[in-house]
């Protein structure tokens, strides 16, 4: 309603597509990276962006059109030349070519280096998808193909349109090592990174990475919501048992790296950091 009221008064408005509910699989992926490492990020990825090095009030900034590679002209296409963030494509699927182009540079150049591009179970069947896999497993190229599946297309249930079942299944089609990971738990989508990172490291060619989540939040930030059912609703009560942040937080203190205070006291260390973030 707050948004429809500042769309009427003529006010531009900044949206939002959130990853919440997967912030194990952002944080825990990119921890496995190097610097010189390049990761082309999603419209949905803060978490990939703050899990490659960029600092909050750097992104917001980008999503405002503040500053950046593309002089505040991005919009929602967040770049960091520093840490090796290309600008996002406009077009969600756009990226396959590019990845496999700086895939082939790298190897050319005999770098130590690998490309990571992260899209959701949707973009992969995105028409480019196809051409790029076969690329990048002729060549064997250092490119790992990173799916977050959160079992929503938009407004479409992964279920009604994905046949495999698994986005990771397609990988033996283009003979590209793959697996389907559990993305609520960071320690496991690190170790399952870090091993595709390594296989693409070491010249064994392209690897396909599934990991597995749930959106808990809308389409994006006027979404209405109209197409949730109660069916929907209990789904995402049951994942919300398992929530990635609460997981990780039992794991610390389990382990004994972190008690229940500062766990309070990081959680107020990271809401001023956010809004600093947005202030600034």
């Not at 921890?31 to 960029?54: N, P, Q």
């Not at 028409?127 to 990173?146: E, G």
Request: aromatic share 8%; glycine share 8%; with cysteine.
């Amino acid at each position: 309603q707050k948004h429809d009221a500042l769309l009427k008064a003529k006010v531009p408005v900044a949206f939002g597509h959130f990853g919440t509910g997967a912030e194990a699989i952002g944080i825990g992926a990119m921890a496995a990276l190097r610097k010189s490492d390049v990761m082309i990020g999603t419209h949905r990825g803060f978490c990939e962006y703050i899990g490659k090095g960029m600092k909050p009030a750097d992104l917001c900034a980008e999503y405002l059109g503040k500053k950046g590679l593309l002089d505040g002209k991005a919009a929602i296409q967040v770049s960091n030349r520093e840490l090796n963030i290309p600008a996002l494509c406009s077009c969600l699927g756009g990226g396959f070519a590019l990845a496999v182009g700086m895939a082939f540079a790298i190897k050319k150049r005999k770098e130590a280096r690998v490309v990571v591009l992260c899209y959701g179970d949707g973009t992969y069947n995105q028409s480019d998808a196809h051409p790029a896999m076969i690329v990048a497993s002729s060549l064997k190229l250092p490119l790992i193909f990173h799916v977050t599946n959160n079992g929503w297309v938009e407004h479409t249930r992964t279920e009604d349109f994905l046949p495999t079942k698994t986005v990771a299944a397609r990988g033996a089609a283009y003979n590209i090592s793959s697996q389907t990971v559990d993305g609520q738990c960071v320690d496991v989508v690190y170790e399952a990174a870090r091993q595709a990172v390594e296989h693409a490291r070491s010249g064994q060619g392209p690897y396909l990475i599934e990991y597995t989540t749930y959106r808990m939040c809308l389409h994006w930030s006027s979404d209405k919501g109209e197409y949730i059912n109660d069916a929907d609703r209990a789904r995402q009560r049951e994942w919300a048992k398992r929530d990635p942040i609460e997981l990780c937080k039992e794991k610390l203190i389990a382990r004994q790296a972190l008690t229940e205070q500062g766990y309070l006291q990081l959680v107020k260390e990271v809401e001023q950091s956010v809004e600093a973030a947005v202030e600034a």
